[in-house]
Nanobody, 122 residues
Framework: QVQLVESGGGLVQAGGSLRLSCAAS??????LGWFRQAPGKEREFVAL????????SYADSVKGRFTISRDNAKNTVYLQMNNLKPEDTAIYRC?????????????????WGQGTQVTVSS
């Protein structure tokens, strides 16, 4: 089991940047993903990074604007979000998948953080 705690959310103007962090404890040898959910919408995959950091994937909606990275010495995954848009407004949650899992189906992620709110004003 992996315990996950997100931080770094907040209110930012369109075009601005935020960096989210996800601190992991427990069994941390996992792929870690970021998901988001806006009010009235389904949970949406954002990005994933493998345990080694060698495999990374992004949703088309964030490619070129968001960057996922991890520091295994600190058991932390980051999501650098640049050129934010109002449609990026959501609760962002990190989730742990299997060590060799590279997909984006929320049902395949066993551990979830509580989430951090990101609000982008126009």
């Amino acid at each position: 089991q992996v315990q996950l705690v997100e931080s770094g959310g907040g209110l930012v103007q369109a075009g601005g940047s935020l960096r989210l962090s996800c601190a992991a404890s427990g069994r941390t040898f996992s792929s870690l993903g970021w998901f988001r959910q806006a009010p009235g919408k389904e949970r949406e995959f954002v990005a994933l990074i493998s345990w080694s950091g060698g495999r990374i994937s992004y949703a088309d909606s964030v490619k070129g604007r968001f960057t996922i990275s991890r520091d295994n010495a600190k058991n932390t995954v980051y999501l650098q979000m640049n050129n934010l848009k109002p449609e990026d407004t959501a609760i962002y949650r990190c989730a742990a998948g299997g060590r060799y899992y590279y997909g984006n189906d929320p049902a395949d992620f066993g551990s979830w953080g509580q989430g951090t709110q990101v609000t982008v004003s126009s």
